[in-house]
């Protein structure tokens, strides 16, 4: 016991925590620090080493850590009311959201919460399906909508339905017989298309598979789902211009619901404060999640259009409600937390923050296309992809001294004061939105050290 007690917190992680993503037996054997504290773009380990937060704590820190604001709106919510269940009460910090939320997607009618990106796309998953069932009713089995068509490299999540949809084979494979039959088209991930097409005639193909499975199943279909201007965990992979408008046309034509996934592309990751508007496309149902509280609180909402919402309603005995509710739907302390944030988005004009910050990734990274191992960059926002590669553009998995890729760029990163998490062979760089100008120059020469590190060890 006075051994357990002696333990430093490094080990103890080892005896006791299982993390996610990870294989654990590679992990024992790693130095990874403990995080104690965050201060701004940094954070801070119990060694007292600062890291840079490259991929702002999972794509979702928005003004970097501590914000004094939104910490201040948590304590002032968490004294007076720390949760209270929306099944069968109200609270105000959700009321007060759900109209912020409403006002600022267009076309969108109610806000339903629930807790993570995951749940939020289950949730979307579950309206949509029981939208068609609540209009068309159960006996009309001919007519019923059971299919839904996703993309290839898409991703929602990790629980069941999200898996489904955003199936990706090395991660899910395991877990497939637990999952749902979804047609999957091909998403414009231009880079791996084959060099005899043009992108535009690639991004055409993906619009015509498209069109012709909702061809094929027509009057069958209840949603087509996809993430809104990007494809993030599936490669960083950026939809060509006029691609998601399309899709959302094709939605219209073919009668079929669009449902959008902006866990991680929204609110502004990506430039725009709702993608789906940017993208000139028309959702039924959308997710937000991740930055939604400035990535301090776990928080998500699905958003529904009036028509969507409004199949739901009916008498009781019908039974046309939707079954879904979460512990923690709605808790006031999380939704104290995303309104704080979303007035600071409005009073420091963030998204033209961002959008001069891009401009000024977009230069930086000009300065990684000189290596050969470099086979691809991809940007948006404060969203950017380094696809690592062997001459052959076949994914660079291994280095010359036998380690992988992925822990390498981590490693290389931390020894360097800059947490990176990458996609396997592909380099994210996802910084917090509000990062100053000083800050991503030092991110950028960072990344740059390991790309060139990496570089070397390609041989
Ligand atoms: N949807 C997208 C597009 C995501 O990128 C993620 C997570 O990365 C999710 C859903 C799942 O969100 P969460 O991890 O909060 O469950």
Known sequence: MAEMESMSMREKDKMYVWHPYTQMSDWLRMDAPVIVRGEGFY????????????????????????????VDAMIEQ????????????????????????IKMARGMGKVFYSDDGSTAMEVAIKMAMQYWHNRLGSSSNNNRRREIIALENGYHGDTVGAMSVGYIEHFFKPYQPLLFKVRKVPSPYLYRKGREMSDADYAQYCIDSLEYELKACEGKVAAVVMESGAQIAGGAIIYPDGYQSEVSRLCRRYDTLLVLDEVATGLGRLGSMVEYIAQDSIPDIVAFGKMLTAGYLPLAVTLASDEIFNAFLASYDERKHLFHGHTFTGNPIACACAIANLRLYEEEGLISKVRSSSALMAERLEEFRCYPVV????????????????????????????????????????????FLRPLGHIMLIVPPLAIGRDELNMLMDKALDVVDVISRLAC
């Open 375 to 418: 086979g691809d960059v991809r940007h948006k926002g404060m969203l950017a992809a380094i696809e690592l590669v062997k001459s052959n553009r076949e994914p660079l998995i291994r280095l010359s001294d036998g380690k992988r890729i992925n822990y390498a760029i981590m490693e290389e990163g931390l020894k360097r004061g800059l």
């Open 78 to 101: 968490a004294k007076v009311l720390q949760h209270s269940t929306l099944f069968g009460l109200c609270n105000e910090p959700s009321i007060t959201l759900a109209e912020m939320l």
């Open 43 to 70: 954070l801070v380990d119990d060694k007292g080493d600062r890291y840079l937060d490259g991929v702002a704590s999972m794509w979702c820190n928005v003004w970097g850590h501590s914000r004094r604001e939104i």
